[in-house]
């Protein structure tokens, strides 16, 4: 099983539905954030950075036509990973931010993968369902 986490949040672009980590950062900056707040997302990025290895691919650059963007998922077995996110989604919560939990059986193509995540490039049939 593979677990995804969905902001409702609206960055500085105009996107919606946002990551995770780009609304952490957004409330971390925000001028309205309570110190302890801030304090412990960046306790809780610190620790991502310290025991998430970044993808090093989001396309399937290969191919003919490249798909445009993967998606990252949790691996179900990646349990202090997940534990440290539903803490950031508390903070989130707070501040008007929600943050929905997606899980499948199969998100897409694989084109990245490592102990705890997989970044795979979602089915046409599924991309309206997680993004």
């Given amino acids: 099983m593979y677990i995804r986490f969905i902001t409702q949040f ?3 672009y105009g996107e919606s539905h946002t990551g995770l980590f780009s ?8 001028s309205s954030t ?3 707040d ?7 990025k610190d620790w991502f950075n310290e025991n998430l290895e970044a993808p ?3 396309s399937n650059a290969n191919n003919k036509n490249p798909a445009s963007i993967s998606l990252s998922w949790f691996k179900d077995t990646a349990k202090e990973h997940i534990k440290k996110v539903y803490e950031i989604r ?4 707070r ?3 929600i943050v929905e939990v997606v899980t499948t059986k199969n998100p897409g193509y694989i084109v990245f993968t490592d ?3 997989v970044s795979a490039i979602p089915f046409k049939t599924d991309r309206k369902k997680i993004l």
């Avoid at 952490?24 to 925000?30: G, M, N, S, T, V």
Wanted: without cysteine; negative net charge.
């Fill in 90 to 93: 508390e903070v989130l919560n």
């Fill in 10 to 12: 609206i960055n500085e």
């Fill in 95 to 97: 501040y008007g931010i």
């Fill in 38 to 44: 801030v304090i412990k997302l960046k306790h809780i």
């Fill in 56 to 58: 090093d691919r989001f």
């Fill in 23 to 30: 609304a952490l950062r957004f409330i971390r900056e925000a």
């Fill in 115 to 117: 102990d705890y995540q």
């Fill in 34 to 36: 309570q110190d302890e």
